[in-house]
């Protein structure tokens, strides 16, 4: 199983990036997908949720109405939509896909991608 993400990099607080997390190895619509970021000093913390049922997504407080996640499942990969970032918004984006089935909880991660907003 793979979690691949890219669309990080600098941006100028205002702007707009868009993360993407390829998915190899499983199947994204069995899975709930979450993006969660985690600054310097400070504990991973879970910025958005998508349920594999399809129900309405998550958001941290602090991103609402500038964030969206979004899955396509034909294309196996997720997507987490940033505007009007903010220099609080700079950190590593972890990409997560989070199952349980069959008594068993299956929990994946990628490797991150860098975010830094300058103001």
């Known amino acids: 199983v793979q979690l691949v993400e890219s669309g990080g990099g600098l941006v100028q607080s205002g702007g707009s990036l868009r993360l993407s997390c390829a998915a190899s190895?499983?199947?994204?619509?069995?899975?709930?997908m979450n993006w969660y970021r985690q600054a310097p000093g400070k504990e991973r913390e879970e910025v958005a949720h998508?349920?594999?049922?399809?129900?309405?997504?998550h958001y941290l407080d602090s991103v609402k109405g500038r964030f969206t996640i979004s899955r396509d499942n034909d294309k196996n990969m997720a997507v987490l939509q940033m505007n009007s970032l903010k220099p609080d918004d700079t950190a590593v984006y972890f990409c997560?896909?989070?199952?349980?089935?069959?008594?068993?909880?299956?929990?994946?991660w990628g490797q991150g991608t860098q975010v830094t907003v300058s103001s």
């Open positions: 997560n896909a989070w199952r349980y089935y069959s008594g068993r909880t299956y929990d994946y």
């Open positions: 190895g499983l199947a994204v619509g069995n899975y709930d």
């Open positions: 998508s349920p594999s049922d399809g129900s309405a997504t």
